[in-house]
């Protein structure tokens, strides 16, 4: 009898330990993204502003996005903003509420403070969901859906003010990129007119 209470006990406690809390399952998908050389990722955004499919490219802070309507670029200070439309860019130097808004892959800087997280399972993933504590953020709710096995993001949902934003993405590759991608050439655009909003 002591035996299998002592096998139950063991039972209990290992799959205690193997629990996944939501910090833990962040942690594991922000080392996908938060790697030395970069990444690369495909998405498709649905939301208030529109839809659009793009390419991003991430390395820390940095981060370099494409759509067919606009290009970002940011270097971990400035941002340029190329519209197609207007043949214009805008340069700033954006807050961390505004870069919330920009990059869906800043939540792998959001969760460490400032909000509260639940976890779900759903079948082949998980389902971070995340809630402002605050009211100095610019988003209040995300709900980050990643996978099980590779513990890769493939879907961040962000509400800002009343308006929800869906990112899915489609691929996420590890690669080599030159910190030169995440800074405007204006050699590149010669026609754009620049607007230095700084």
Known sequence: MKKICFLIMAALL?????????????????AHITVKEGVKAGFKMKGGIGNANGTIYI????????????TVWFDGKTMWTYLKANDEVNISNPTE?????????NFINLYKSGYASTLNNTGGAYVVHLTSTGNDQKIKELFITIDKTSYQP???KLLQGKTWTIFDI?????????????????????QAEVIDLR
Do not use: C, W
């Open 14 to 30: 290992s799959t205690a330990s193997m629990a996944q809390t939501a910090k833990s399952v962040l942690d594991k998908a922000a």
């Open 59 to 70: 390395k820390g802070k940095k981060f370099h996005a494409t759509t067919p309507k606009a």
């Open 97 to 105: 509420a505004q870069l919330q808004a920009i990059n869906p892959y």
């Open 154 to 156: 493939k879907q961040v």
């Open 170 to 190: 489609i691929e996420l590759t590890k690669t080599k990129i030159a910190d030169s991608q995440f800074r405007f050439n204006a050699k590149d655009f010669p």
